[in-house]
């Protein structure tokens, strides 16, 4: 079984900044791409951005500049949020690709509320 355990969130002033990580656990797989997304109130969820094994990240447009992905030994990745704005309040969700023997599991954390206040 897979797990996406997320921590970080929490509330800030706007130009402040937070650092959300995630942690994944479990047997028998490996990890493959990881990523963040964001889902505000009444809207969908949308990427933040994306690390692939290799260390290559894309991130959506209106993040880049301000938000940094990172990921260390392959179970853990984490985002560097910096220069917050009210905009970016949402619950934020780690997303990573389980590589099993013979299948590709997309695994979803419980989210973590990043509040940002103006």
């Known amino acids: 079984q897979v797990q996406l355990v997320e921590s970080g969130g929490g509330l800030v002033q706007a130009g402040g900044s937070l650092r959300l990580s995630c942690a994944a656990s479990g047997t028998g797989f490996t990890i493959g791409d990881m990523g963040w997304y964001r889902q505000a109130p009444g809207k969908q969820r949308e990427l933040v951005a994306i690390?692939?094994?290799?260390?290559?990240t894309l991130y959506a447009d209106s993040m880049k500049g301000r938000f940094t992905i990172s990921r260390d030994n392959g179970r853990n990745v984490y985002l560097q949020m910096n220069s917050l704005k009210a905009e970016d309040t949402a619950v934020y969700y780690c997303?990573?690709?389980?590589?099993?023997?013979?299948?590709?599991?997309?695994?979803w954390g419980q989210g973590t509320q990043v509040t940002v206040s103006s």
């Open positions: 690390i692939t094994t290799g260390g290559s």
């Open positions: 997303n990573a690709k389980a590589v099993f023997q013979s299948y590709i599991r997309s695994t």
